[in-house]
């Protein structure tokens, strides 16, 4: 038996019981009471019946309507926080004399009882992932109350940097013959490009140009929590349609030279912020990099989210100064059915480019990152910004959001520590001279234009 | 493929590289160099090429000496705590306007950044246990040198607290067929009753009446966290010898009506005071009852390791005060030998017991509990005090620790809760008819002789 | 580990290298040389070499068009039987005088050298599934030259009844779980009630009274041979409908008190023959009465193939000799849309339900068996006929082939042994008496009408 | 899921009834009702209760005693043959008129109703592992009964013919991971060079330059069928102990060039004659060469077993012809003590090495075979004698069996197909220069010596 399946082993010996709530378990329990429950829980009284006492919680929480969820984070804000007369004494303690014993003493009281209640929950069967729904009923609450629920959600957020940590993650490859009960989950929460049917799903996984990854949680396994779909091609595609056609003829692997990142999805909301996608997208290049050898690029074929709200949002005097072709190009993509028309597709290139190169290169958000959230996703992984494509994604989504623009971003793995601190400490972005030379001259700078 | 075959299969798809950094890597890294990587790991810059400096950090850590060790705890101790400076504006801040906006501020900066380093150093492969055997060695330069080192121990111990949460660990039983990698590590950390032979081991393993579980983590799932032996009995056993011997006719499982758990080993230092034992025991409680429903009885089979020196240190007014036949007892267990007589053997046993119940219901700590450590362990986890047993060990360990006495301790799974809180709430000593029984008349109280 | 796991470890440190032939795994090469690799793998020098050799001849032969398949097996059976002249001489050594010496010989050349051939074509990876999927090819051809191909398809069911030997088999669940490459294999076998998509595939796995077991081959482990679709349910339904609604309320399993198999397929053409049906269902009951304790009725519910072509060929002076009702049934269902009024449907009951007793009971082949072949199946099982239900099955397919009718046969386990020898002796039916006690009075007997 | 993990999973969903009769699982039953059993099992009403009949049977046998055990196989020897005088019928039907009809009965009748009997044994649980041993016990009465049990033999090595075929085989690795209960399987089953302890296994099993790989069959998943150790080194070794020193440094495997083969056991006499030697070491061989690039050579590190017993054999006549040096060699080697003797050593070694060459070279059984069996197994497997070692083996086993010679047999993968037919067809035997150059002048040709 190798090392690794001792840690299958290990595994396959385990009961449902410890990480499976049960689908079905709910029970209806009175808000007083389950938050009598809750700091029963985080009481010494609580540890010898911490397993059923964190089951129970669990099952009341289940059963609670969106109003009674929302007055329950309500009392873990108010009587789960850090003892504040307490504090304030340890806060002054320690501010007239720093040092070891007032420091600790400080800590202590600062870390809210909240989170040993989450801590324990975790006890129970399943608590994980109960957890991370507990987070993702909160974040709605949030927008409207966030002074208040703030603190409920700091927690939580701060719990899970350490529980999902990437070195609690196991990857592993999803394809046709993973379980039924997985891909069906995936189905559900593809979230670039949708997927309509089992046989769509078939397409993705079950080519041998194709490949799927996901990260799992040992205490969650029937779940993944983020996963990327790569094609293995020859050259970089221009375009999403000839990634996804199924008439396309399938790659023999071990002639493929490019690995195409072009779809990865986040699985939970109650993990927002919690990121793991920068890691699952270099062990997986690393992983291909050894198990296909002929592969030399690595890149993404992504979505340009902002780009047509971004275009919508410039001024008169903005578009004023723009180059003639992007002017044409924007009364185009303003056009219906432009897409059909070759000659207005052709029309409209020059400018979108340039227009687009604008955007990636010169649209900043106050911190001096740029607007778009995929760019700064992947130029913050180290990646750079290889290429622009023109009707890259004629799908109604893609016209909507980049008047069917696409990107690649290559990770480049020898460099991408390098460009990863240079655009964390400088927000420099890197753009390969194909990118940077759509962008017009000096004289339209995008000061100007924004 | 059930659910748990989803866990199992989950994990089979892993590469070892997930969790194993090598038995042999080490490198020599001089500290000064040491100390700036992990200054960069923390950093944001450390976060591109995290899984690469946090392996090299942690194979730098091992090829420190003991010297080179303890100056890099210093290390992690002054120059990986929080912002002094700013930690008391923030502690003014808050203690002069306590509120959301203080409290998150004073918390976030009371967050020694030495916690993130050690959540860094767990992405390199292996991270999980580097960092536990990180914190074996911190511990022995802690006695001589807490005040410095102390707050880099609590670092460790709150991470652990997280990290090995009962709800992340699997339980799986240890037998005959468990990979002889693990069977060699359970040779080793057997703590209560050591195990000389392989054959030994199968003694305690393979007979179908004996059981033996452990707790895994599943980053760690090669190296167990500790783990039980069990064996299934008629009767309640009078002695170790009579579980141990190989001689014993093996009892068929469903004929079994006691489960003895007669050894609980830790098995890393580093996890002292991360406590699974309690855990441990009632989940393996739980599934005997479920899978030989003809158990009624959950007993352990326990060391008195502070008996003797407890006797020992009784002042020679608190011996005058004691009975005849206690006194009695003591001058023969002063003898060479005396085990070896069964007329010494029976005229120890009155005043031996009566010693024993005064040792456990009435000696205590300046806490109010008891000082025999394992009746401390055993009843706060809602345990009773059930029957103590003269010439239970006569090893020459058991002589010498507890004149070969050796005590039952019942968990009487409906009671458990209960007792845990009688005893956590008010130091409230559950013990038998049995055992109380033993406790010569009141003329003799405790506070009398300690 | 347990036990089971060490047969699941073993197997998972294999390489697929040691069942797959590989999908795609063709290759053209002449028949001539085709058969010369045949004689060279049975001759002596092919020992070195066969499993290459034995992998070369499966790609010749799955790149064989059908016409030159049916010479291959032409090939193989006038080149690959035993040595005429030389069995000729073994017989007559024999016939003059038989002993062990003589037998022994015989034996041997008797034996045709194909037997040989088909074992070392098993060295190759993937082989077994390849050699059944030969007889799959073959059985076509047969039916036009029995005579020459005969002795081929004879060796190979032989071998099979060896190597398919059910304790070779493995049983297990298929649920939703299991991983979609063989549930699109279950869709595709199905061939009693077929799935048409996806979610009903999932509805026949996924719900808590739902299983389905599948015999799968350690060789061919991706490839189930056979299964079984079983419904819990608190009665014996009445028809495939209400079993199959998505409407119907999930039943704890817990309340469940009857298992009923609704289904099973053979999965393979090339199997035919090799029975492994009766197995299945008597483990699955025997797994299921221990896994699920509520349980207490066995019974399928089953299609009656041959009902509608029976009575089609009912003589005009038999259908005379019918009872009354029995002919006005027969009017009914020759109606088209019957099945649409509640009043024929009523209307029909009396006389079908009569028909059915008839046309199980007293309808026999010429060796004394019901003309039913499921009834054979079943009945020789050791189960009995249980129930006739009207409108059992109102599909397309079930009128049909059953004017609506289905069947329960029911396992009484402790009985199902006796039942069993009965049939297979005496051609005994086992029928209850809810359904002898629909046959008409003796004027009518089946003699008279069939 | 890999195709590999499918075929894992679905065997993890086996219970442990489906291969695994009990250790203890005997019953006494007399002797004519279990041969009543057995009649009964093949019989056609064993069908239906086939499983539990021949668990009971195969329990029944377990407590034969050995006198029963012989009169159990002389029952199946005289009842469960052929029908004699049917055989006869079919024996003359055919000689007279040959043709498929009645070649098709003369092999139905032919072939015993035990063959049918075995495979319905078969049906048990564990069934596979006892019919292994039924043939164990049954070689010893062979001996002095060949005539009457001689059939009962030739029907089970036929079977385990088909049912162990290597197709169905698994290869595996034992190593460190591996289950104690495997692993005390490999200590008793060794049987070329002893392991005295747990510790001599893991010094076999755990160093990174060590590996050792065994056959099993998914029926006795917990059993190995044959295994083979492996050294991976720079060179040839010259001698058995240089490989098992375990103070030898440990070879970094990308530094090994040469795999050493230097033990090779079948674990069941129940299995003699059924060979998966030649396939284990083939495949051994293509494996290390795929994951171990470094690897240049594999050879055997062989004992010489004939060797001592046919120098022992040589007339005085014969020893009279041979050359000096030999003379004094085998004065030498009846010294006592002479490998103490470094003069000796070496004076013994011209004369000795070419008393082997004549040995391997020029002993030959009547079938033109040489007489060394080890020889014949690699020959015949397509190696080449490749080196003879002296003081190779000074252990006392290797003194008396070998006079310490020890050889290696070269598997050049290219030409191992070539050399096996060599072999096989005109008994030539593939040796080195290094050996051949031994052979002393022509002078003295082996036919004068032997």
Redesign the interface.
Known sequence: ????????????????R???LGDDATRRIALPELAGLCHRLVS??G?????RLAADILKGVRALDDAEAERLFAILAEEF??D?AA??D???A??SS?G?AT??T??RI??PPRQELF?RL???PG??AEIVRLRERLLPFLRRDR??L??VE?DLRH?F???F????L????I??????????KIIRYEAVHAIAT?EEL?QRL?PADRRCFAF?H??I??DPLIFVEVALTAEIPASIASVLDPARPVLAPDAAQTAVFYSISNCHAGLAGVSFG??LI?QVAE?LKETVPSLKTFVTLSPVPGFAAWLAGLSPAGIEKLEANEKQAIAIVGESDWTASPAKVEAARPGLLSLAARYFLRAKRPDGRPVDPVARFHLG??AMLNRIMHVGDISAGGLAQAHGLMVNYLYDLPR??Q???AF??EAEIAASRAVTSLLPGRGSAMKDVA
């Not at 038996?1 to 449902?16: E, K, N, P, Q, T």
């Not at 196991?170 to 490859?173: E, I, Q, W």
């Open positions: 038996m190798s090392r690794v399946s001792l840690l299958s082993d290990l595994l396959s010996s385990i009961g449902a410890s990480w499976f010494s009284r540890e010898a019946s911490g397993v926080g850090p504040e504090l304030r340890a806060a002054e320690f501010a720093p070891p420091l600790s400080l800590q600062a870390e801590r975790n006890l129970a608590g994980t002074e208040r703030g603190p700091d719990l940097q350490s529980w940590n990437r070195g609690f196991l990857m592993r490859p394809d046709w013959n993973t379980p039924a009960s997985i891909l069906e089992w078939r079950a799992f040992p205490s396994p029937d920068s890691f270099k992983d992984n180290g991408v520590e460009r990863h601190e964390a400490s």
